[in-house]
């Protein structure tokens, strides 16, 4: 009887086993899955624009500066898929999915490889950055794009896990969300295209002498981005935290301005800068707070 009874559970779990193997998605929202994948295509016209011959007489800094625009172009569709797909209540596990596969590509990828064409871009010669590269330096650039990219996706994947569906408890984040940081990241660059392009004339990259500052500075600034995605510092959710229901009418006002500054001065974007800083310095504060504050409370009768 007991024989029995353990031979009939374990064909019961193959039956339940090769039923969810066999599940198949009936229909999807049309909606969110196109703006995600706006998303993906966006990241992938970033990676197109950026691998354009840096070699003169092509100008290299328009093609980096259009591909930083179109990760803008892509958190801009991140930012709106996610909210039709809960206005329309249709979230689903499919969409998350595919949310984060574009995520990796247009906030991880794209930007790794800005980054690369960029240093080439300023390098002024035929500057190798690859793991074979004959440099260290060419090397460690090479390692700081990829620590980003790889980075990332245990970003999202650690998301993937730890995320619930309810969204009141989205109001935070642990550790630094992929397009902050890829916003944090194409807004330096596009700082230093748009704003120090015309401080050297007649130099043919633009960059004048800023060119070795930035190309020693640029790996460090996408190593600290990489380890502030996979920590666990606390950072604000933009997007439920100030878009989120209804909000005074002052807040319309300032985000139209902002919008407005940001089509006259893309270079404005390098704000984006102070979120990606916000999760350390949010830790530094509670710290000193406890360190301090704590003590002298206790003391107290």
Not at 82 to 104: C, I, Y
Not at 124 to 137: M, V
Not at 261 to 267: D, G, K, Q, V
Request: hydrophobic fraction near 50%; charged fraction near 15%; glycine fraction near 8%.
């Amino acid at each position: 009887m007991v024989r029995l009874m353990v031979r009939l559970r374990d064909q019961n779990e193959v039956v339940g086993l090769s039923r969810r193997k066999r599940r198949r998605i009936r229909a999807i929202n049309i909606g969110p899955a196109l703006l995600t994948l706006g998303n993906l295509l966006s990241g992938f016209a970033a990676i197109h624009f950026c691998s354009r011959p840096v070699v003169p007489p092509v100008d290299p800094i328009h093609n980096l500066s259009l591909a930083c625009y179109m990760i803008f172009a892509a958190m801009l569709c991140d930012a709106l898929d996610g909210r039709l797909a809960r206005f329309s209540r249709t979230t689903s596990e499919f969409g998350a999915q595919l949310d984060s596969l574009a995520d990796v590509v247009s906030f991880g990828a794209a930007p790794g490889f800005i980054v690369i064409r960029l240093i080439i871009a300023i390098s002024q010669g035929p500057y190798e950055i690859s793991p074979g590269a004959t440099t260290a330096f060419g090397r460690f650039c090479w390692i700081a794009a990829g620590a980003y990219l790889a980075c990332g996706a245990l970003r999202l994947a650690r998301f993937n896990v730890e995320n619930v569906s309810d969204e009141s408890s989205h109001m935070a984040f642990r550790g630094l969300p992929i397009p902050g940081a890829a916003g944090a990241l194409v807004s330096l660059i596009l700082l230093n295209l748009e704003s120090l392009r015309p401080v050297a004339n007649g130099d043919v990259s633009g960059l004048g002498h800023y060119s070795a500052v930035l190309a020693a500075a640029v790996p460090w600034v996408v190593i600290i981005l990489g380890l502030l995605m996979v920590s666990r510092l606390p950072y604000v959710h933009v997007v439920n935290r100030f878009l989120r229901g209804k909000k005074p009418f002052w807040m319309v006002v300032a985000a139209a301005f902002g919008i407005l500054a940001f089509l006259l001065w893309p270079e404005l974007a390098v704000t984006l800068c102070g979120y990606a800083l916000s999760g350390p310095v949010s830790w530094l504060v509670r710290f000193v707070a406890r360190f301090f504050v704590g003590p002298s409370i206790q003391e107290e009768p």
